[in-house]
């Protein structure tokens, strides 16, 4: 080989090694520096959610707190509950109503009877069978000795009516269960008026059927 030809050649390799010593990273290090970048830079951002400010975004709804109203207070006894009643600037027309037969009915009679009263004209009131309010279930010709004319005789203020008008609120608010379960009927223990009805109970001086 002339002095030409190894000057060539020479040339030719030291071109070549400069050639790959800038050449690109091999595999290995392709997938090393991968591995290596941080997971912010690898997931690309959501720019639309990274707009909204942290105040814009919706607060969690707000659950209601449970208010307990008085219809729902729940006693230990009947007479706690009767105790529990407080008395009424003024009477509306179905708390009268209520509160009179149970005074006439069964004044003096034990809060159970009493109640077992306010619940038979309850009673009626939702059956469909009788008349449709409590008023005028008690002022239905032929069905209370006590009724005159069509009107409830004016009572005065005393003890047994107080307590009548305590029951009368227990028995409308639902806050205590009748001791004569869906009687529709009742009478007075000294007369037997021979009824083909289902006896629920006899409390008092009184006898409950449906």
Known sequence: MSFLQRVATLATMALGTALIGVSSPGLASQLDQTLNVPLSAQVPENSALAAVPAEAMPAPMAQPAVVQTEDEEEFDSLSEAVAAQSAPDALNDELTC?????????????????????????????????????????????????????????????????????????????????????????????????????????????????
């Open 98 to 210: 209520l509160a009179g037969a149970i005074y006439f009915e069964s004044k003096g009679e034990p809060l159970p009877g009493q109640l077992a009263v306010a619940e038979v004209i309850i009673n009626r009131a939702k059956s469909g069978r009788f008349a449709k309010s409590v008023c005028a279930v008690v002022t239905q010709a032929g069905q209370f000795s006590f009724v005159r004319g069509g009107r409830i005789p004016a009572i005065a203020s005393n003890a047994n009516y107080r307590t009548a008008i305590a029951v009368a609120q227990v028995a409308l608010r639902d806050q205590w269960d009748s001791p004569a379960p869906k009687a529709l009927y009742f009478h007075a223990r000294r007369v037997s008026p021979g009824w083909r009805m289902t006896k629920v109970a006899s409390i008092g001086n009184h006898v409950f059927y449906r």
